[in-house]
């Protein structure tokens, strides 16, 4: 199941695992006020979205976006782990094993993501800046959306700033 808490008890608990160490360094960037990493992101503008390559295979794509309100899909992917993490702003992600769900698009290879129908005893993980989760392909999880309970007038006016670094599944 999911790996969630702060960037350094989710870093503690990965090390070791194949391609996270670069993953994790470039988080770490994202964290230093003045690095090249957290102004990237902090640049771009509502909807948009980049990507990074890393090494071993990884990738990286910095987002911007209005949580929304939930919206009854999970998904999952084989060939990546997820590591998600949410630098400013709040939102929910869901999450339910994959064995759990009900597929409703099967496996989509080029794009390596399922699609699946709304799960409702799912796992709720509430999200604030520095939070992490790592997602492994048995992990359907419904991510970026928005939790009333949190405060929606935080850093970026409501945007949340999120990066999610793809690692390959070894």
């Known amino acids: 199941m999911a790996v969630f808490g702060s960037l ?7 090390i070791g695992w194949p391609g996270f160490a670069a993953a994790f360094a470039y988080i770490d960037a994202l964290f230093r006020e003045a690095s090249e990493r957290r102004a990237q992101l902090f640049a771009l503008k509502e909807g948009e979205s980049q990507r990074q390559d890393l090494e071993g295979g990884a990738f990286a794509i910095a987002q911007v976006y209005a949580a929304r309100p939930r919206y009854g899909v999970f998904e999952s992917h084989r060939r990546y782990h997820d590591i998600q993490v949410v630098v400013a702003g709040e939102e929910q992600i869901e999450v339910a094993e994959t064995a759990l769900l009900t ?18 005893a799912g796992s709720v993980l509430r999200f604030k800046a520095g939070e992490v989760a790592v997602f492994a392909p048995c992990d359907g999880h419904m991510p970026s959306v928005r939790s009333d309970g949190f405060d929606t007038g935080s850093a970026g006016g409501g945007l949340v700033y999120k990066v999610v670094v793809k690692v390959p599944v070894e």
């Not at 390596?112 to 129908?117: G, H, S, W």
């Open 8 to 14: 350094n008890t989710v870093r503690t608990q990965t």
């Open 103 to 120: 597929l409703t698009q099967a496996y989509d290879e080029e794009r390596d993501v399922a699609f699946y129908a709304d799960y409702a």
